[in-house]
């Protein structure tokens, strides 16, 4: 349960505690931070610069929010399977989401 929210909520730290974070962690979180920005842009009146809420960006950062978030579960549940890099990524060590020594994937 708590993988799940977690991977829902901030995909690329769900894939640093979960997942293979070598394998992709950094593009989910590119993906999860434009859709963040997006979210935001969106109630500033999105690339027009209208008034109120810009509804295509909206749902362009939900979108990108949404993508982000089954990569990451998609990523999570094929580690069950197995990791070829075990070592932390980048983004991983930025973020300070690092894996228990002796994690086992559930």
Known sequence: ???????????????????CPGCCAAPIAVFWLAGITALVYAFFGGPAGGPGLSTGTLALGAGLWLLAAAWALLAVRTTEEGCEERRPAAVCRALGAHPPPHHHRR
């Open 1 to 19: 349960m708590r993988r799940h929210l977690l991977t829902l909520l901030a995909p690329p730290l769900a894939v640093c505690r979960f997942g």
